[in-house]
């Protein structure tokens, strides 16, 4: 019967090189991305930052984020998208036809029930990359986000919506 290797064993030449293969592959994804431009210099250099990024942040992840659900992370990445989609074109209206006197601003403080961080930072950089929100703050406790709406009228229901949207969903794919 062959045993398993122990938690000090040396890591393997693949380990070694790509850490996080999840971390090297979004980063290279992002990367052609930014660029807006497919080549294969602009490739391998995503490739190489991917590589490095995740080789130099490796010892700040002792750990893989734990996930419950790669399938509901999925469904969560493309309601997202399309959330900013839909937020772009709903901030857009806002400037071209509101007087800035006439929009709702505030503040809201969003209490959370996520515990983990990873799910917290996901949440957070959600609400972030929304057009019209911004995650401001979070709380020494970890128990509340502050927020900052562009156009909210009714602040309870900006912070039910972020709930049931978002945190709900999180709750489903991070233990």
Not at 15 to 44: E, I, K, Q, Y
Not at 137 to 147: K, N
Request: aromatic share 8%.
């Amino acid at each position: 019967m062959a045993s398993r290797p122990s938690r000090s064993a040396p890591r393997s030449r693949f380990a070694r090189w790509l850490p996080h293969p999840l971390l090297t592959l979004a980063l290279v994804l992002l990367w052609m991305l930014l660029l807006n431009d497919f080549s294969v210099g602009g490739l391998l250099l995503g490739l190489v930052l991917g590589i490095v990024i995740a080789r130099l942040t490796s010892q700040f992840w002792p750990e893989r984020p734990p996930i419950r659900s790669y399938r509901k992370a999925l469904v969560y990445l493309g309601l997202v998208i399309w959330d900013v989609v839909v937020a772009n074109l709903h901030v857009s209206r806002l400037i071209l036809f509101r007087r800035t006197t006439q929009l709702d601003v505030r503040w809201v403080v969003l209490p959370l029930e996520l515990r983990s961080p990873e799910a917290i930072t996901v949440l957070a950089g959600t609400i972030t990359m929304t057009p019209g929100t911004v995650s401001c703050d979070l709380s020494a406790d970890g128990r509340s986000l502050l927020v900052h709406c562009l156009d909210a009228p009714d602040a309870e229901d900006a912070v039910r919506q972020m709930k049931d949207r978002y945190e709900a969903r999180l709750k489903e794919i991070f233990p």
